[in-house]
């Protein structure tokens, strides 16, 4: 027999079968242990979130059949010789809700180190991940004047050899603005966005990606400071503030799936079990941030 009739002999039986069996777009539940976990040195607090993967009703909204919640579980980071066990406790969402994590104050996480998370539930094998955060970034804004004519704002990292280079970079401006009042002073903050998108009406800001460096313009910059101050505001100071942040790969990635393919003509048709977490799902990253505050007439000269 031909390697074409095997094929169509094949696919001819496969077929067969299928069609006297119901079809059904649900496939067997099989329940997981997901792990959403970022070590931050810039937060006072590390934060390790954990659910089970849940069985649900299909149709137009998602209904659960079972229970997500993880009512016990022991959660530990170690770096080097030290380990640290996180406590579970109720922290309150952005929405008001009551949310179920796992907290540590006393782990500062240091670049360029080791950090391996191990999360054991009674009765599931234990899930692990190692990561080692991103070096430092040493961020640098300046004033520079392109073949355009027009004044931009340089920022980028003042690295020349990374020890541990992130995957990925994230620049941020902002405007900050002291006012004086009779009964307090006041701090207002905004950030500057990139451009301004006029058939759409929409403000574009800066994501995270391999860019070792973000440009703004100085026009932007005062169009959104001069929309801070109102008539008879008595502005103390104004400063500009340039922030940047590191991501290592794992958390780079986590942000690149979920947040959809880069080419803007693909369309996702699933939901991918994406995991870095080994025995389970989810991811365990880790990011560095770091910031330099400059007068504000720097860079917008009067």
């Known amino acids: 027999m031909g390697r074409m009739a095997l094929t169509l002999f094949l696919a001819a039986a496969l077929l067969g079968v299928a069609c006297e069996d119901d079809f059904s777009p649900k496939s067997d539940f099989s329940q997981q242990l997901a792990v959403f976990a970022v070590m931050d040195p810039a937060q006072p607090v590390q934060t390790v979130r954990l659910a089970w993967s849940y069985d649900a009703q299909l149709g137009l909204e998602t209904i659960p059949l079972t229970d997500a919640q993880v009512a016990e579980a022991d959660v530990r980071v170690i770096r080097g010789g030290e380990t640290y066990v996180f406590h579970d406790t109720l922290v309150t969402g952005a929405k008001g809700e009551s949310i179920r994590s796992w907290i540590n104050r006393d782990l500062h996480p240091v670049p360029e180190k080791d950090y ?43 690295v020349q050899s990374f020890v541990h280079k992130p995957a990925a970079f994230y620049f941020r401006l902002w405007v900050q603005l002291t006012k004086w009042t009779p009964s307090d002073t006041l701090v207002e903050r905004k950030e500057i966005p990139l451009r301004h998108v006029t058939a759409t009406d929409t403000w574009v800001y800066p994501s995270p990606g391999r860019e070792t460096e973000a440009s703004y313009s100085v026009g932007m910059l005062r169009q959104i400071t001069d929309g801070m101050i109102l008539p008879g505001d008595s502005v103390l100071s104004r400063q500009v503030i340039v922030q940047a942040y590191g991501l290592e790969n794992n958390f780079y990635s986590y942000y690149k799936v979920v947040r959809g393919f880069e080419d803007p003509l693909s369309m996702r048709l699933d939901a991918p079990d994406l995991s870095f977490i080994e025995g389970g799902l989810g991811v365990f990253g880790g990011m560095v941030s770091d910031s330099v505050i400059y007068n504000y007439f720097r860079f917008a000269r009067e």
């Open 116 to 158: 391996r998370l191990r999360v054991t539930v009674p009765g599931h094998p234990t899930l692990t991940s190692t990561i080692t955060l991103p070096s430092r970034l040493y961020v640098r804004g300046d004033l520079v004047r392109p073949d355009t004519g027009v004044n931009t704002i340089h920022i980028y990292h003042g």
